[in-house]
């Protein structure tokens, strides 16, 4: 959970500091009743001059969480547990004081609060699989319905109850059973007659093209795929 306040600029550094720091330990000492109050203690704490707050709360159940205070109005509640429903209800119990107390201790200024929802880690299903560009996705999974290593790369088909059959190359999500729609329009959605032809595929490495168009009864297919290692 994620607080932001509206600190405001000051034409003096020093003033700047002084005001953001009172801040942090407003915060801080603020918000410790409500991790005792939930049976944790607290292990660890450090103050940086400049850097705001890092606390640790630990609880006899093997939760915890870590509370971390930044000077320029950042607030952040990381809470770690065992996923069961217990472990859930007391995470929501807490983030709800959290937040509860945050609002009274502020008011109007905070300018928003986020909520993220858990990752879960150990699971038997990998359910998080990462874009190109870094962003981490969490997909539907309940099944692994083929998982090989082949000569050339690691091949993953995982069941989502969303999307149907998820085809994973070493890593990379290529396409799913409702991608059809999509292979259907690249071949031109019916418009084209390709029976008897001859076809040059540039690409579609997952085979998704090449899978439906042989259906459709060309002369040859040629599928033409640049790899690169």
């Not at 550094?13 to 991790?35: M, T």
């Not at 059973?177 to 595929?201: H, P, R």
Request: hydrophobic letters at 35%; proline letters at 2%; one cysteine or more.
């Amino acid at each position: 959970m994620a607080w932001e306040r509206d600190c405001g600029r000051r034409k003096s550094r020093g003033l700047e500091r002084v005001v953001r720091g009172a801040d942090c330990n407003a915060i801080f000492k603020g918000l410790q009743p409500i991790f005792q109050k939930q049976g944790m203690t607290e292990t660890f704490c450090h103050n940086w001059e400049d850097h705001g707050y890092l606390a640790t709360y630990v609880n006899k159940n093997g939760s915890f969480a870590n509370l971390r205070i930044y000077p320029h109005g950042l607030v952040l509640v990381d809470v770690q547990n065992y996923s069961d429903s217990n472990g859930r209800k007391e995470t929501e119990q807490l983030l709800n004081k959290v937040e509860e107390r945050m609002k009274e201790l502020f008011h109007g200024s905070i300018k928003r609060v986020k909520r993220l929802p858990g990752i879960v880690r150990g699971d038997a299903i990998d359910r998080y699989w990462p874009t190109a560009d870094g962003r981490l996705v969490e997909y539907d999974i309940d099944e692994v319905v083929y998982d090989e290593e082949s000569a050339y790369q690691n091949i993953k088909i995982l069941h989502s109850k969303q999307f149907g059959n998820i085809l994973i190359l070493s890593g990379d999500v290529n396409l799913a059973e409702s991608d059809l729609a999509y292979t259907q329009a690249i071949m031109g959605s019916g418009k084209e007659d390709y029976t008897d032809k001859e076809v040059l595929i540039l690409g579609g490495g997952d085979g998704g093209i090449l899978y439906e168009i042989v259906k459709l009864k060309p002369k040859m297919v040629t599928m033409v795929e640049i790899s690169f290692y």
